[in-house]
């Protein structure tokens, strides 16, 4: 009886000792999970419309009291992590280890400089009494404190997702450097990046709303 013999590809694979994964299915899988999170957030993009069409004059008036500054110099910071994103990956794919390496650190360290800047704009907020519930905006009409909580809940909701997309890159980066992640095996890291980039795009959302609606 003739033995079956396997393509060279799978050949390679296998004495690399790298399983066949199910490229689709992760793929598939992690896609599913972005529509999830867009919903949840489609949500929340439309309370806002509502209580800015109900309240157009305080939500512009109220957005006035924000940083712009703090929210343009964030928003470089996510576009230029999704760019070391990408490279990462094209990286990894070319056989680069170290240099997708390098380029997945330079994600991290942009994610995590993100949420240092977001805490600072957050604390010099509070310090001048700009959050729900506050005597300054009880002074204001109805329409500040919901602008407010509106910005609170969401950018808030935003920064968790940066953070749990921080945790998850760090684990692709132990992966990578342990081996677990290959060149012929790197469907895992770009999902990673499928859901690095959802962080991206949520950003590009809510920065004209709240910082560029004045």
Same mark, same amino acid.
């Given at each position: 009886?003739?033995?079956i013999s396997l393509p060279e590809s799978a050949k390679?694979?296998?004495?690399? *000792? ?5 490229? +689709? ?17 489609? *949500?929340? /993009?439309?309370?806002?419309?509502? %209580?800015?069409? /109900? &309240?157009?004059? =305080?939500? +512009? =008036?109220? #957005?006035? &009291?924000? +940083?712009?500054? /703090? ?16 490279? $990462? ?15 997945? $650190? $330079?994600?991290?360290?942009? *994610? ?7 805490? #600072? =704009? ?11 519930? $506050? ?10 404190e919901l602008f407010f909580a509106m910005y609170y ?8 997702? !940066? ?23 790197? !469907?895992?890291?770009?999902?990673? *990046?499928? &859901?690095? +980039? ?12 709240? %910082?560029? !609606?004045?």
């Amino acid at each position: 009886m003739s033995e079956i013999s396997l393509p060279e590809s799978a050949k390679h694979t296998e004495h690399a *000792g790298h399983p066949k994964k199910d490229v +689709h299915g992760i793929k598939m899988g992690m896609w599913l999970f972005l529509m999830t999170e867009l919903l949840l957030f489609s *949500g929340m /993009f439309l309370l806002y419309s509502a %209580y800015r069409y /109900f &309240y157009t004059k =305080e939500f +512009h =008036e109220a #957005a006035m &009291y924000t +940083h712009t500054l /703090f929210g343009t110099v964030n928003t470089m910071v996510l576009l230029t992590s999704s760019l070391t994103m990408a490279l $990462s990956i094209t990286a990894l794919e070319k056989g680069k280890k170290w240099l997708s390496v390098t380029f997945l $650190s $330079s994600t991290i360290a942009l *994610g995590l400089g993100f949420l240092v800047i977001k805490y #600072a =704009e957050w604390s010099t907020e509070i310090h001048e009494g700009i959050y729900p519930g $506050s005597p300054m905006l009880f002074r204001h009409p109805r329409g500040f404190e919901l602008f407010f909580a509106m910005y609170y809940l969401m950018t808030g909701l935003h920064g968790l997702h !940066v953070l749990v997309g921080c945790g998850l890159l760090t684990v692709m980066l132990i992966f990578i450097v342990k081996g677990k992640i290959t060149q012929e095996d790197s !469907v895992r890291l770009e999902a990673a *990046g499928l &859901y690095w +980039h959802l962080i991206d795009i949520i950003w590009i959302f809510l920065f004209p709303l709240f %910082y560029l !609606v004045n």
